[in-house]
């Protein structure tokens, strides 16, 4: 076991995160460490999920966490690039060779690593694995997984209050039960909050390998299709084709709504921020210094590692001014997530 550190004081939403966590390519940073080296040198890596590393979204979100790890515990770090049409065998290779060179704790970003994550944490019983939004079993496994139909629903919330065709769109990235969860928080935030609201869903793919998440051209041409519909608030949860949506929403001078990191402040969409009306968050990178700070203290997470918005594991951001701006919005979203955390709303998954 490498050397434990002392901390500083932790942030209190990340602090919130691990304390209350229900228990049951290439690389781009650092060199990845040599044969000559021991397990005690290398600390966290992560396997970023389809469209890699600059979505902007949910792998960037991911690497937010190893960053902060890296600079607080001081170790190697690694973050490796998924390669085009990758098969499970891919996978398993790549957390192996993590394995192998010492890496730990090591993370699969994304519910495709299950069949490669369930193969390769059973050979290295003495790393510490997780995987962000699935459950794997194993006794060295954490599964990071969000109550996305959360933060969904607060951001149907704020559809329904901005809206003023009464006409809002979803584009989920690909046809599965994770994005399904999504749709039903969002459809249901809109329908409670307003019912005369219509919500407009589509999918772009069935598979992931069909570029669902990957493919801004493909968001972009669904965005376009709502907006002829005279949908005006557009919420994509569809990973880096969700770039695509927010660049259609602010041509057609209509509101977006951004996923899993705030990407109002996201650099690379500086160009479509006055259109970002909020976003739902998913503190992923939250989740991936949380179970590598574990890991440094001598007691990793394992099991099921739910972050709901009980402890800000999921949330709404409020960083555009004009959030403030829209009548009645930030007392509804107030309301509404009081109402979750208490039990009073049950949102749906499906």
């Known amino acids: 076991m490498r050397r434990i550190s002392k901390l500083t004081r932790v942030a209190v939403g990340v602090a919130s995160l691990a304390l209350a966590a229900t228990a049951c390519g290439g690389t781009s940073t650092d060199d990845g460490g040599s044969d000559s080296e021991t397990k005690s040198d290398l600390g966290l890596a992560i396997a970023y999920d389809i469209g890699g590393k600059g979505d902007q979204s949910f792998n960037d979100a991911a690497f937010s966490g190893l960053e902060k790890a890296q600079k607080e515990f001081g170790y190697k770090t690694a973050d490796v690039e998924p390669t085009e049409g990758e098969t499970d065998a891919d996978k398993e290779q790549r957390l192996s060779s993590l ?17 490669a994550m369930e193969a390769v944490a059973a050979k290295y019983p003495k790393t510490t694995f997780g995987i962000v939004d699935s459950v794997v079993e194993g006794k060295n496994v954490a599964s990071l997984v969000f109550a996305e139909n959360e933060a969904s629903y607060l951001a149907g919330v704020a559809a329904a209050k901005a809206t003023k065709t009464n006409i809002v ?100 969409l500086a160009a479509y921020k006055g259109s970002i009306l909020t976003s739902a968050l998913k503190d992923v990178g939250g989740s991936v210094y949380a179970l590598a700070k574990s890991v440094e203290d001598g007691k990793p997470l394992t099991g099921v590692q739910t972050f709901d918005l009980k402890v800000n594991g999921v949330g709404l951001a409020e960083s555009n001014p004009e959030f403030a701006k829209v009548a009645g919005l930030s007392a509804a979203v107030a309301k509404a997530k009081e109402e979750i955390i208490d039990g009073t709303i049950k949102v749906k998954t499906e």
């Open 169 to 268: 769109g979803f584009v989920g990235g690909v046809d599965v039960p994770l994005i399904h969860k999504f749709e039903a928080g969002y459809k249901q935030g809109v329908t409670d909050t307003n019912s005369k609201v219509k919500v407009i869903s589509q999918y772009l793919t069935q598979t992931a390998e069909e570029g669902g998440f990957s493919s801004p051209d493909k968001g972009k041409a669904a965005a376009e299709g709502q907006i002829e519909k005279k949908a005006d608030v557009l919420y994509a949860a569809a990973g880096l084709s969700g770039q695509g949506v927010i660049e259609a929403a602010a041509k057609a001078k209509v509101w977006a709504i951004g996923v899993d990191s705030d990407q109002y402040n996201q650099a690379a």
């Open 99 to 115: 394995a192998k060179q010492g890496y730990n704790p090591i993370i699969g970003v994304g519910f495709a690593y299950t069949p």
